[in-house]
């Protein structure tokens, strides 16, 4: 039925526009949206927009302060900070995105069980997700680091495995409302599978709330990857991570303040970005705000 | 009554969860690649396979995980968590006791501390809506919601500590001549050693909660009875304080006691920074020296304590809210 199809184009193509109209009139989602997406250009051509070699050890210029040849200054191996910085980015974003991933997966997943069975598959998840929760989240990623080697793809597992719940919850909550509608009840009827009415009639309506969700939770995600570099367990030297960079500003505090200064502020910098984006997002699709 | 039977039914449901912590927290340690005793075995040259062997036996890890789990449990139930992997072999608890305090003050001065100024400060901004004042916050609030705090805590000290000399910047108090100082000084001391580690804890909780005040007494200003009550002729002194505050503050109760783990999580960070002797700081060094038994201990501690927070927050909520308090079904 073609004229369908098209007529279903149209009104994507019309809740798209109308989305981009109210999301370009607030100015701080724009400039969360700029900052991200100025990040990722970064992060991606990282090898042809740093100066240095961003493990290149120069003895002879070590902590020397914000110059002309290092515009950040370099830190004690007399690495080039603002090289490490843009290289940074990359495994910040990296682990932030991939983490996020992993935890929209799990939520999604058990969100779904949830919130389409109900009754004691509801009950327990639930619980579950309140037993996780009682976890003060570092202290839980800490012990299990402990075990494991502090690699970029453990870290990356890891955070993933501790923060799904937030999501778990909001699409329990969105399936425990879209199941009693007529669509799922005329999928029903006309015999679509459990899994299919979950995943492709239900699901499909709860992307917008997930979508904001991922977004402010690649910011968490990039500020408890830095915690962990900073405090020694997080990604390794001598891969350069803000994180375990803001160490070294802290290990030579007294005498150089830019290896303390611009880690943070990049980090600060990415996730303001993300903040603003994901509340910018959650203003253009939430109904109650948009009238 | 109501009160009563709601208070109880929360009280039932903190067995089940409390066992649940326990539950994970034993299996996150026992099911992690890598057995805790061969971290510690691995590196000792002179270790023999019978060695190995009488090892796992002294510390039961040759029995049954749902054996080792029991008894476990049994020891938690008096305390006893074992004891450390550490030279001095103490027991975890006693290492665990001598900490808390430190981290439970730190933490307590920093919920005051996000009260007292993010509660008046999200209620201007939300009176003065959309004004410069309004902005001026949001964006603030903003900014410090995404500065990570260990950041803010290298700044301060940098700028605060360093340049300007006027705070400690690391530890409890004074190495010199602590004690020679009188009971008032020593209090001043310990006074000027916590400004630092309880100003960064609340950051994050700072911006978090005025936010939330903000949108909370949003919403309340524009309800009906306050209409109402400025027709009434009410001072609009009185209209806020009395009539939206305390229904804007109702929801804030919760999003206190769910800020709970956030802030104990901080601990590890800010006392690794000010090297405060504290549970964060245990929590460190137990994963740098792999510490397993103590590092259990600590996990489980910490979110025992998480969870009585949590209920503490439960219970003032049903303290304050009328509907709660005397069971009447209010239709919304």
Redesign the interface.
Known sequence: MPWQTREFVQAFRLRIEGLRNRLTNNPLAVAGFLIVGLLCLVALSAPWLAPYDPQAIDTWHILESPSRAHLLGTDPLGRDCLSRLIYGARISLLVGIVAVGIATVIGTILGALAGFYGKWIDGLIMRFVDIILCFPTIFLIMAVIAFLEPSILNIMAVIGFTSWMGVARLVRAEFLSLRQRDFVLAARISGASNARIAFSHILPNAVAPILVATTLGVGGAILTESALSFLGIGVQPPTPSWGNMLTEGKDNLEIAWWLSMFPGLAILVTVLGYNLLGEGLRDALDPKIRD | MALFLYLIKKILTLG??FL??TL??FM??HL???E?MS?QADFNPKMTPEMRERLRAQYGLDRPLHIQYLQWLKGLAVLDLGRSFSPDRRPVWDKIKERLPVTLLINVLAIGLILVVAVPLGVAAAVRHNSFFDQVTTVLV??A????????A??L??YLG?HLGWLPISGLHSLMGYEQMSGWEKLLDWCRHLILPVLVSALGGLAGLSRYTRSSMLEVLRQDYVTTARAKGLPERKVIYRHALRNALLPLITILGLSI??L???S??FE??FAIPGVGQL??T???A?D?PL??G??VI???L??LG?QLADMGYALADPRIRTGVQVED
């Open positions: 089940p969860t649940g912590i994970i927290s996150v340690m992690a690649p890598g805790p971290l903003f900014i919601y995404a500065a990570p705090a260990f950041w803010v290298l700044l000290m940098l360093v783990p956030g104990i999580g901080g590890v960070i690794s920074i929590m460190w137990s994963v740098m792999r397993y590092l259990m600590n996990l910490v979110s025992v998480t969870l949590n």
